[in-house]
């Protein structure tokens, strides 16, 4: 329990300043949640590497504003430039959310298929399960001015990607973000997500979303998250999968001072497939935590993961890789790894990927490497006319370029190669205080 380093009066009242809507029962219940419980500590297992103290401050720095800020999120300018040039770079229908707020503007304007449905919360037809399962996912919860609801109708193949911007700016010390996505048998949505700041500023953004997968319905998702040196974001992504169905997900964290992302996928049908990828790219300060839970209630089914960080400075990685196979789930086909570049003996990354196995007809593998650039490489590539920078900068690349192979949207695919080249740049070009 950890809630007295936040303001218990002042987040009463936000809660209770929230306009009145079909949400206001799941912000009580996860109110009473978050006081019981409070921000995890570093005494807490999951959390152990990752201190969540700053986000506490920024925390009670946005309760203690006045909340009207947030409904309007006007005070840059960036957000329609952002979005031309995510427009012009991917293709795609773009959709904004500034500082946790769904624009209004960008969701009218939407022109979108048959089958396909998009509102905010507490526009629903029907208001979905907001899910209350952690503290952070409570303290979301409870303090939801509203969020976006995603449903893609049966047997509807959603040929465009759905492209979602979120930016942030320091207007608001603090911004809570849910997207609840619902897709109904035999339903397909790629799914293309870009975090961004609109510009540089201390401010904390804590992130739910939930993905439902009827039987045979398939989710591609990529993440980018490339938000300012100063942002601190939590992120919760929970996927519930029934028979035959698929996700894939691709998740890239490059900016940020100090980001956790926890992903949680739930097999409960048969044959159902998860594929998780992960490059996380770190130097200067930066701490990137990536936990992982993929859970095999039934079998046969599958899960793919694979994770990969490069780190310079001193910079810290976290990745926990959680593989569990229930009782029963026979024929389950499980594998996951963990692969890390270290570039300056100052820099850490703490690995461990686990299995929990209670179930006999198993297939299931993990592993994690941490090592530096082989110099034998080096020593090729240079014996070939490159310099040491330009041999660097290729094997990194290579390294990097893994999980870019992976890439579950394949719309994306230009624009993240351009970033991660610039972020590959900007973290060999001696970034390493």
Same mark, same amino acid.
């Given at each position: 329990?950890?809630?007295?380093?936040?303001?218990?009066?002042?987040?009463?009242?936000?809660?209770?300043?929230?306009?009145?809507?079909n949400?206001?029962?799941?912000?009580?219940r996860?109110?009473?949640?978050?006081?019981?419980?409070?921000?995890?500590?570093?005494k $807490?297992?999951?959390?152990?590497?990752?201190?969540?103290? !700053?986000?506490m401050?920024?925390?009670?720095?946005?309760?203690n504003?006045?909340r009207?800020? =947030?409904?309007?999120?006007?005070?840059? =300018?960036?957000?329609?430039e952002?979005? #031309?040039?995510?427009?012009?770079?991917i293709d795609?229908?773009?959709?904004?959310?500034?500082?946790g707020?769904? $624009?209004?503007?960008?969701?009218?304007?939407?022109?979108l298929?048959?089958?396909?449905?998009?509102?905010?919360?507490?526009?629903?037809?029907?208001? /979905? $399960?907001?899910?209350?399962?952690?503290?952070?996912? !409570?303290?979301?919860?409870?303090?939801?001015? $509203?969020g976006l609801?995603i449903?893609?109708?049966?047997?509807?193949?959603v040929?465009?990607?759905?492209?979602?911007?979120?930016?942030?700016?320091?207007?608001?010390?603090? =911004?809570?973000?849910?997207?609840?996505?619902? #897709?109904?048998?035999?339903?397909?949505?790629?799914?293309?997500?870009?975090?961004?700041?609109?510009t *540089?500023?201390?401010?904390?953004?804590?992130?739910?979303?939930?993905?439902?997968?009827?039987a045979?319905?398939?989710?591609?998702?990529?993440?980018?998250?490339?938000?300012?040196?100063?942002?601190?974001?939590?992120?919760?992504?929970?996927?519930?999968?029934?028979?035959?169905?698929?996700?894939?997900?691709?998740?890239?964290?490059?900016?940020? !001072?100090?980001?956790?992302n926890?992903?949680?996928?739930?097999?409960? *049908?048969?044959? #159902?497939?998860?594929n998780?990828?992960?490059?996380?790219?770190a130097?200067g300060t930066?701490?990137?935590?990536?936990?992982?839970r993929?859970?095999h209630?039934? *079998?046969?089914?599958?899960?793919?993961?694979?994770?990969?960080?490069?780190?310079?400075?001193?910079a810290r990685?976290?990745?926990?890789g959680?593989?569990?196979v229930?009782e029963?789930?026979?024929?389950?086909?499980?594998?996951?790894?963990?692969?890390?570049?270290?570039?300056?003996?100052k820099?850490?990354?703490?690995?461990? /990927?686990e299995?929990?196995?209670?179930?006999?007809?198993?297939?299931?593998?993990?592993?994690?490497?941490?090592?530096?650039?082989?110099e034998? =490489?080096?020593?090729?590539?240079?014996?070939?006319?490159?310099?040491?920078? @330009?041999?660097?900068?290729l094997?990194?690349r290579?390294?990097?370029?893994?999980?870019l192979?992976?890439?579950?949207?394949?719309?994306?695919?230009d624009?993240l190669?351009?970033?991660?080249? @610039?972020?590959?740049s900007?973290?060999?070009?001696g970034?390493?205080?």
């Amino acid at each position: 329990m950890n809630s007295a380093a936040l303001n218990q009066e002042l987040f009463e009242a936000a809660v209770a300043a929230l306009p009145s809507s079909n949400l206001a029962p799941v912000r009580a219940r996860a109110a009473a949640l978050f006081s019981n419980e409070g921000f995890p500590s570093t005494k $807490d297992e999951d959390w152990k590497y990752t201190n969540l103290s !700053a986000a506490m401050t920024a925390s009670n720095d946005w309760l203690n504003e006045s909340r009207t800020k =947030s409904k309007s999120g006007a005070e840059y =300018s960036n957000d329609d430039e952002a979005l #031309a040039t995510m427009s012009a770079q991917i293709d795609a229908t773009w959709l904004i959310i500034r500082n946790g707020v769904v $624009d209004s503007e960008s969701l009218q304007s939407l022109e979108l298929q048959s089958g396909l449905r998009i509102s905010t919360l507490s526009d629903s037809l029907e208001l /979905p $399960d907001i899910a209350v399962d952690t503290a952070m996912s !409570a303290f979301n919860a409870a303090l939801l001015e $509203d969020g976006l609801h995603i449903r893609i109708g049966r047997d509807v193949k959603v040929e465009r990607p759905l492209g979602l911007l979120l930016v942030d700016d320091p207007s608001l010390r603090a =911004s809570q973000n849910r997207i609840v996505i619902e #897709a109904q048998e035999n339903a397909h949505l790629r799914l293309i997500e870009v975090a961004k700041s609109a510009t *540089g500023g201390n401010q904390f953004t804590n992130s739910v979303m939930q993905i439902d997968l009827a039987a045979g319905a398939r989710v591609d998702h990529v993440r980018l998250q490339n938000r300012s040196r100063e942002h601190i974001s939590t992120n919760r992504l929970i996927a519930g999968l029934q028979a035959d169905s698929v996700f894939s997900h691709n998740a890239f964290d490059f900016g940020g !001072a100090l980001t956790r992302n926890d992903v949680v996928t739930r097999i409960t *049908g048969t044959n #159902a497939s998860v594929n998780l990828h992960g490059l996380y790219l770190a130097s200067g300060t930066q701490h990137i935590d990536n936990h992982t839970r993929v859970e095999h209630r039934v *079998g046969p089914a599958v899960s793919e993961e694979e994770y990969r960080g490069i780190l310079n400075g001193r910079a810290r990685g976290v990745f926990n890789g959680q593989a569990i196979v229930f009782e029963g789930a026979d024929g389950t086909d499980a594998n996951q790894a963990n692969h890390n570049l270290l570039l300056s003996d100052k820099a850490e990354i703490d690995t461990k /990927p686990e299995l929990e196995i209670y179930a006999d007809d198993v297939k299931c593998s993990h592993g994690a490497t941490v090592g530096q650039l082989d110099e034998t =490489s080096l020593f090729y590539l240079r014996t070939r006319g490159l310099d040491y920078a @330009e041999a660097t900068q290729l094997l990194t690349r290579a390294f990097a370029a893994e999980i870019l192979a992976s890439l579950a949207v394949e719309e994306a695919h230009d624009y993240l190669q351009v970033t991660l080249d @610039e972020c590959l740049s900007q973290l060999l070009g001696g970034e390493t205080s």
